[in-house]
């Protein structure tokens, strides 16, 4: 059997997942729910993965559980997305080489294609196998920042950019380091909410040596994903320097109220994030049950205002 050390902790938990809606009812005692997701399976092209370290933030008995339904397979993910012409969205096709390039200060550049959770809302699950390798396209992201000045900001994405090795992560903030009209590190990332032990030591050493302004945006949608262990690593970030936003989506039926929202931005910011931005979903066809419309978020923002203070009130974009 393999010996992990602490600094590998985060790949055991990552490697330790159900890859079966199946195996996540059985788990959770929901086997009454089984049959609801019987002929899902083969009709979806996104496949099921869940890290049973976030499985166990779950409630037992609980069908209706806001973690479990973002990413249990839905009988209307595989309706839509039979009865639909498939579309690929947006943002796809400003992909060039790995990069996006839509905002004059700012570039963001697709690490990679893989997570270590898959979100059933997920907009880039239908083009996320066809990023391609980074290293391919490393010269032409450095000629392209190199030769605009303008640019002032990277932002690394993916699929997830945590996913990455410490070692690989720490030869890609060198190369960019030496971009000298490059400032700032924006680093955009769901893993540590999902495995906490992903903030390892070397890490942190690597954040808090770099030159760069180091800016983590977490993805939460619910207040029951952060627990202790979520703290403790945000808290890691924090010594490091490094300046912790979140980004949500709101989801129908998981947080789509204010209340809910409330408690959210609260656990933030006892873990030390302040809540940035709340997106409106980025809908393609299997992923529409998700829905919730603008006039519905701008009534839940309108009532959270009430609840919050100014700084825990994140800001609703839509595209
Ligand atoms: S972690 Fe982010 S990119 Fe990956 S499936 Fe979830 S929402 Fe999509």
Redesign the pocket.
Same mark, same amino acid.
């Given at each position: 059997m393999k010996h992990f050390n602490s600094k590998e902790l985060w790949l055991k938990q990552l490697s330790n997942t159900i890859n079966n809606p199946h195996d996540l009812l059985t788990l959770l005692k929901l086997d009454n729910n089984i049959k609801l997701i019987n002929n899902i399976k083969t009709k979806v092209s &996104?496949s099921f993965r869940v890290p049973k370290i976030f499985v166990e933030r779950m409630k037992l008995n609980d069908p209706n559980d806001p973690l479990l339904m973002q990413v249990l397979l839905n009988i209307k993910e595989s309706r839509n997305f039979n009865k639909l012409t498939k579309k690929i969205s947006l943002e796809s096709n400003l992909v060039k080489f790995n990069l996006i390039h839509k905002y004059n200060n700012r570039v963001l550049i697709l690490l990679n294609n =893989? !997570?270590? *959770?898959? !979100?059933r809302? !997920? &907009? #880039? #699950?239908d083009y996320?196998k066809d990023i391609s390798n980074i290293k391919d396209n490393m010269d032409y992201i450095i000629n392209y920042i190199l030769q605009n000045k303008e640019i002032n900001e990277i932002i690394l =994405? $993916? $699929?997830?950019p945590l996913m990455m090795r410490d070692k690989n992560i720490k030869v890609l903030i060198s190369m960019l380091e030496k971009i000298s009209h490059i400032l700032i590190l924006r680093i /955009?990332? #769901?893993?540590p909410i *999902?495995i906490p032990s992903r903030i390892t030591d070397d890490l942190c050493n690597i954040l808090i040596n770099s030159r760069f302004k180091i800016i983590l945006v977490t /993805?939460t949608n619910h207040a029951n994903e952060i627990n202790s262990s979520v703290i403790d690593s945000m808290n890691k970030l924090s010594k490091a320097n490094v300046i912790l936003l979140n980004q949500s989506?709101l989801l129908r039926n998981i947080n789509n109220n204010a209340n809910t929202l409330a408690n959210l931005s609260i656990k933030l910011i006892q873990a030390g994030i302040i809540p940035y931005y709340i997106h409106l979903l980025d809908k393609i066809n299997s992923n529409i049950h998700f829905l919730v419309t603008k006039t519905q978020a701008n009534k839940i923002m309108k009532d959270l205002s009430n609840k919050v203070s100014g700084y825990l009130l994140p800001k609703l974009m839509y595209d």
């Open positions: &996104f =893989s !997570c270590a *959770i898959h !979100c809302y !997920c &907009f #880039r #699950r996320l =994405s $993916g $699929g997830d /955009h990332t #769901r893993l *999902i /993805h989506v």
